[in-house]
């Protein structure tokens, strides 16, 4: 297993990057949950990095990773990110409203800490809950005027089915970061066999994740040439423990 990269439309010198595990492995989704050390699954998560650049005045942007919802398998989204690098312009500003919004979850998460404290049979809603955590701290707060957001999203480029998720960052909060901006998505792949042979994809090779983004000012400019950055794609599922 291995991470690749691919990038869209660098000669502009505004393009799309996208990174992360090529041959990342599912696992059943019967033992996500199973109740017993012996037989519950550790937590096992990927995560694909975006990063684009851009030139000029700083854009409203979109960014989607979309994963093909093909083969024996499908993702389950965890957790989404934008990354920064303080102190930024308005650093006490940002970290203000960080502060307040980890105050404003604090109840919740000691509430899931003692739960989870409690499930020694469910390891791996520890493992999702302390990795979910992390990458909460190193992304970027929503601030007033600046709020970016995540929504799932499902697209059929080429007549397949993909799904995943799109990130909305307006221009103000795009001008903080600066001239690179970067995002994650954390995921796991979980086991899902075809229901029936009409169901199953045509053998060949695995459909890729396809990652794309749009910067607006004016009007819309797409960083890729065909509209999609392509990451090789092959999952499989894990080994058998020994």
């Known amino acids: 297993m291995g991470a690749a990269w691919g990038r869209g439309l660098a000669e502009t010198g505004e393009w799309l990057e996208v990174y992360g595990e090529t041959e990342p492995q599912s696992i059943p989704l019967e033992r996500i949950f199973a109740t017993g050390p012996e037989k519950a699954a550790p937590f096992t998560g990927y995560l694909y ?27 389950k989204d965890v957790q989404a990110i934008v990354y920064h690098l303080p102190p930024v312009e308005d650093e006490r500003a940002w970290r203000a409203t960080l502060a307040r919004d980890i105050r404003a979850a604090g109840p919740v998460l000691e509430a899931a800490g ?10 791996e809603l520890n493992a999702i809950t302390s990795a979910a955590a992390h990458m909460r701290a190193r992304s970027a707060p929503q601030m007033r005027d600046e709020e970016w957001y995540v929504k799932r999203v499902h697209r059929s480029p080429g007549g397949n089915l993909y799904q995943g998720v799109e990130w909305t960052l307006p221009a103000n909060f795009v001008k903080q970061i600066g001239t690179r901006v970067t995002g994650a998505l954390l995921v796991q792949f979980v086991g899902a066999a075809p229901a029936n042979a009409d169901s199953a994809p045509p053998d060949g090779e695995p459909l890729p994740l396809l990652a794309c983004a749009a910067l607006t000012r004016d009007k819309e400019v797409r960083l890729s040439e065909d509209d999609y950055v392509r990451l090789p794609l092959r999952v499989t599922p894990e080994r058998p423990r020994t």
């Open 49 to 75: 990095v975006w990063t684009l650049g851009y030139t000029r005045d700083a854009p409203d942007v979109k960014v989607a990773l979309l994963f093909p919802a093909m083969g024996d398998w499908r993702v």
């Open 114 to 123: 003692n739960l989870t404290a409690d499930l020694v049979g469910f390891p």
